[in-house]
């Protein structure tokens, strides 16, 4: 009787943070006011490719514009003006749509020891990261690759350091890129950049801790040291993480921030991005969605596929035409989606057809933590938690794309997505679950002999469609040891410059001798 009591305490528990965005139900005066939410006295509009600029629709109530991104344009006007502004350029004809600038929320076999613990307490039991891996065939795509360092996975969220640009935890040590980026909003419509990567340290005291700390458990589940005999694995370890934080000493998260973090990551040749959050829920969504893929377009095109989590709404949300976000849905520990009406407690997660693109687990998922758990028998497990949420669901399919832009640098954005899409595994409808629970196995395999529109250049080692010294260096290093790719890859591929299919000093001879001009 004692040990049922304890479980359930221990289910309680774990789901303290399940909606990592809002500790209240969507109806909540809470919510609503966070709904309303909005910088004051900032537009975001996005030009029409048929207008010839701002100029012949802006009201003379507008202070300043900025180009944040091209083709979206940040209006300053006074507090107050901003429906009138509003309705004034929609009506001017310059702009597709024109929103505020709304408030977003937080969607919260290695030997590391919560892997697969043989379960000594029932905590430690139930921060089995197998519990969930299993589902998804992690092992099977670890065998062939577990991420590259040249592939650059970038985080847009809160805070990830005690102090700026210093990483503290041990799972954390030599993964980062830095230093870091923050983009915000502070006293009123202040626009913040620099390179203040730490948690958020004035949060107001009705909010859950975990905000602050949300860029470190997210994170954690895709770049945590791997096989270092601690804590949990991290699913594409052998990636570098840029860290961006876009949160103001408060917490608070707005859209122009989002929108130039996604720049940030693009233009610093990030191949993922991540990001563990999403529009507050609001009658006028859709138009905060349309800005998000915008940028997201951007930095398509720039070769990154953009990862967004869905939500914690619970409910079906009017988002539809979206076309360069990847959103995700959060599944139970096998694939099986959890509606509200069938569970109030674990249906958390937003949907809708046409909405959702992929689902993976994101209930009770363990990762990195500021504070150390301890277990019902009193033994410290470490600075690790159990976390559930859509916001931990993203990392999961960030950490698929990392792996599978890392066994196969030569792929296209849309080319790496369809992989991830057609070697998914359908659990439940797919309003729930879009293409299906992301499979890591099948699609990495599938990653490894495909061969896209990029074609491969002989002594390209970094993919960068040129050859040069950097080329050499990461062709001795493969030549002694240093790396070793998979054979049957690109990678291998782009080492053997002699095509004798193997590499050795005579490909080093002969990129030695293409770099002299002979």
């Known amino acids: 009787m004692r040990r049922g009591f304890l479980i359930v305490i221990l289910l309680i528990s774990l789901l303290s943070p399940l909606t990592i965005q809002s500790q209240t139900s969507p109806g909540s005066t809470t919510a609503n006011q966070s709904a309303n939410r909005a910088v004051p006295g900032v537009l975001l509009c996005k030009r029409s490719p048929t207008a010839a600029g701002i100029a012949r629709a802006t009201p003379t109530s507008v202070l300043a514009e900025e180009e944040i991104l091209p083709g979206i344009v940040m209006v300053k006007t006074a507090a107050g003006l901003e429906e009138a502004v509003q309705r004034e350029l929609e009506a001017g004809g310059s702009f597709e749509f024109v929103t505020r600038d709304v408030a977003m929320q937080l969607d919260l076999t290695p030997n590391d020891r919560l892997y697969r613990p043989q379960g000594s307490s029932i905590v430690e039991s139930f921060l089995r990261q ?58 009123g419509n202040e626009s913040i950049e620099d390179e203040n990567t730490s948690f958020p340290r004035d949060l107001p005291a009705d909010t859950n801790a975990t905000v602050a700390t949300h860029g470190l458990s997210t994170s954690g589940i895709a770049c945590a040291l791997f096989n270092n005999q601690i804590g949990i694995a991290g699913l594409a370890p052998g990636c570098r993480l840029l860290p961006i934080r876009i949160s103001n000493e408060k917490g608070e998260i707005f859209l122009s921030s989002v929108v130039k973090a996604i720049r940030f990551a693009a233009d610093r040749s990030a191949r993922v991005i991540n990001m563990s959050l999403s529009p507050v829920p609001s009658p006028n969504e859709q138009a905060a969605w349309n800005l998000l893929d915008e940028a997201a377009r951007y930095a398509v095109e720039r070769g990154a596929v953009v990862v967004e989590s869905a939500g914690n709404t619970g409910e079906e949300r009017p988002v539809r035409g979206l076309k360069a976000l990847e959103i995700i849905s959060a599944t ?16 958390f997660s937003s949907f809708g057809l046409g909405f959702i693109t992929n689902a993976a687990p994101g209930m009770f998922i363990t990762t990195l933590s500021n504070e150390i758990t301890i277990d019902e028998k009193g ?31 030569l792929l296209e954005p849309d080319e790496a997505v369809s992989l991830v899409h057609v070697n998914s595994r359908l659990t439940s409808d797919a309003k729930f679950v879009g293409n ?12 490894l002999t495909f061969r896209g529109r990029r074609p491969l250049v002989k002594g390209d080692l970094d993919f960068d469609r040129r050859v040069t010294i950097t080329d050499l260096i990461a062709l001795i290093q493969t030549v002694i040891g240093l790396r070793q790719p998979h054979r049957d890859g690109v990678r291998w591929e782009a080492a053997d410059v002699n095509s004798d299919r193997r590499v050795s000093s005579d490909d080093v001879i002969g990129l030695i001798q293409r770099l002299q001009g002979r």
Not at 332 to 347: A, E, M, Y
Not at 386 to 397: D, K, Q, R, W, Y
Not at 436 to 447: M, N
């Open 130 to 187: 197998a519990n969930y891996l299993d589902s998804l065939k992690v092992e099977g795509a670890w065998d062939i690759t577990t991420g590259e360092p040249d592939i650059t996975i970038a985080f847009i969220d809160t805070g990830y350091f005690r102090e700026p640009n210093r990483p503290f935890h041990e799972e954390h040590y030599g993964q980062f890129i830095l230093p870091g980026r923050r983009f915000a909003i502070d006293n």
């Open 379 to 409: 033994r410290s497990l470490g600075p690790y938690t159990g976390l559930s949420g859509t916001s931990l669901a993203a990392p999961i399919v960030t950490a698929l794309y990392g792996l599978v832009f890392s066994i196969n640098p």
């Open 436 to 447: 299906g629970l992301v499979q890591f196995d099948p699609t990495v395999r599938a990653a």
């Open 332 to 347: 139970n520990w096998v694939g099986g989606f959890i509606t509200r009406q069938s569970s109030p407690l674990l249906g």
